[in-house]
Antibody
Framework: QVQLQQSGPELVKPGALVKISCKAS????????INWVKQRPGQGLEWIGW????????KYNEKFKGKATLTADKSSSTAYMQLSSLTSENSAVYFC????????WGQGTTLTVSS | QIVLTQSPAIMSASPGEKVTMTCSAS?????MHWYQQKSGTSPKRWIY???KLASGVPARFSGSGSGTSYSLTISSMEAEDAATYYC?????????FGAGTKLELK
């Protein structure tokens, strides 16, 4: 069955960077986009961008350009999102979701930015 | 970007009651998609392409609409339906989500 397994919670200091992973299984990793979505506590969902692991192409929400960098490792069927120059505004739960259909989601990774 | 406005923000319904929530788009979209999210869990695809039920979604749910006005309806509320429902469009970049409708059991 299709699964997206995300990395565990992160506690990082302001100004640092973090890399969150999303390991896919149960389907052909290179055939579907991986989307990344942000959810701040008690708030709605915000699309960050997608990566197509087949060729590494990406598309970003303008709001997250320069903040998020999406990559994928075909050998391990894992997608990554790196967030840089972290501030408290980046504290949130981050989800990966498969394809434009968002038909399967990871369990979420909680990022806390605090000194 | 297209702004999606969901209403109401919060609602409650008794078991057996019919429930309707709406999603209004700032510009016309081809399709609307809906997700169910319960506290502490990831969203689940619930209704896609405006009216298609995702796998495992009970038949009491339905979706409809076109252009800028869409809705999700539950024909008869059940306790397990209490959750937050988000609409989403990806007709136009960037994909955007509504702020959600929190449905509570009365």
């Amino acid at each position: 069955q299709v699964q997206l397994q995300q990395s565990g919670p992160e506690l990082v200091k302001p100004g640092a960077l973090v890399k969150i992973s999303c390991k896919a299984s149960g389907y052909t990793f290179t055939s579907y986009d991986i989307n990344w979505v942000k959810q701040r506590p008690g708030q709605g969902l915000e699309w960050i961008g997608w990566i197509y692991p087949g060729d590494g192409s990406t598309k970003y929400n303008e709001k997250f350009k320069g903040k998020a960098t999406l990559t994928a490792d075909k050998s391990s069927s894992t997608a990554y999102m790196q967030l840089s120059s972290l501030t408290s505004e980046n504290s949130a739960v981050y989800f990966c979701a498969r394809s434009g259909d968002y038909d399967y989601w990871g369990q979420g990774t909680t990022l806390t930015v605090s000194s | 970007q297209i702004v999606l406005t969901q209403s109401p923000a919060i609602m409650s319904a008794s078991p057996g009651e019919k429930v309707t929530m709406t999603c209004s788009a700032s510009s016309s979209v081809s399709y609307m998609h809906w997700y169910q999210q319960k506290s502490g869990t990831s969203p689940k695809r619930w209704i896609y392409d405006t009216s298609k039920l995702a796998s495992g979604v009970p038949a009491r749910f339905s979706g409809s609409g076109s252009g800028t006005s869409y809705s999700l309806t539950i024909s008869s509320m059940e306790a397990e339906d209490a959750a937050t429902y988000y609409c989403q469009q990806w007709s136009s970049n960037p994909p955007t989500f509504g702020a959600g409708t929190k449905l509570e059991l009365k």
